[in-house]
């Protein structure tokens, strides 16, 4: 069955340190696969997505992501972290035509 | 046009209420999507639409819930006899079926408080 896993329930890093929030999926056939960011009583803000192509993608705010087929995963990244990017995030594939998402991280960057 | 938009931001009901949600799309978005979010969780699918046809509803959606999408643009979602259960956060999301302009956007939600 179609699933998104986040490993992480949150992850804690200083300011100017990279960091990498992780998600591994699972379902049959090339992957859409999509990173949000939620701030507190908010909705989701889109970060970035694979759909094909390259699989490094750039996307919001200085983020990027890797997508790696063998190892079924699409790890998010930021080379160096701001206190602003604490946040939640998710991280979501495509399936049957609609999104099916992980249970989220929880970003912490401390100054 | 600004992106999705959803009206009430927050509404606080009495159980065995009726509420009803609206969502307008960005305009030139043929699909429309309601997801809930609970506490802690990521967001759960409930329904989608294709311009006017609601073509997939979740097993969540129960016989209290109904969506609607009138000539294919806004659409609202009701819960008939809200129960505490219910409270949540609904997300609205509209989406294209164009390549170049491929993704889901979301909109603020609405965030339902049952007492």
């Known amino acids: 069955a179609q699933s998104v896993a986040q490993p992480e329930d949150q992850v804690n890093v200083a300011e100017g340190n990279p960091l990498t929030v992780k998600c591994t999926y699972s379902v049959s056939g090339n992957p859409y696969l999509f990173w949000y960011v939620q701030y507190p009583n908010r909705g989701l803000q889109f970060l970035l997505k694979y759909i094909t192509g390259d699989n490094l993608v750039k996307g919001s705010y200085g983020f990027e992501a890797e997508f790696n087929k063998s190892q079924t995963s699409f790890h998010l990244k930021k080379p160096s972290a701001l206190v602003s990017d604490s946040a939640l995030y998710f991280c979501?594939?495509?399936?049957?035509?609609?999104?099916?998402f992980g249970a989220g991280t929880i970003l912490r960057v401390k100054s | 046009d600004t992106g999705v938009s959803q009206d009430p931001r927050h509404k606080i009901t009495k159980r065995g209420q009726n509420v009803t949600f609206r969502c307008d799309p960005i305009?030139?978005?043929?699909?429309l999507y309601w997801y809930r979010q609970t506490l802690g969780q990521g967001p759960e699918f409930l329904t989608y639409?294709?311009?006017?046809?609601?073509?997939?509803k979740s097993r969540l959606l129960s016989d209290r819930f109904s969506a609607e999408r009138p000539k294919g643009s806004f659409s609202t979602l009701e819960i008939q006899r809200t129960e505490q259960g219910d409270s949540a956060m609904y997300l609205c999301?509209?989406?294209?079926?164009?390549?170049?302009?491929?993704?889901?956007?979301f909109g603020s939600g609405t965030r339902l408080t049952v007492v």
């Open positions: 999301a509209s989406s294209t079926l164009e390549m170049g302009d491929y993704g889901y956007t």
């Open positions: 639409f294709q311009n006017e046809a609601q073509l997939e």
């Open positions: 979501a594939v495509e399936y049957g035509n609609k999104l099916v």
């Open positions: 305009s030139e978005h043929n699909r």
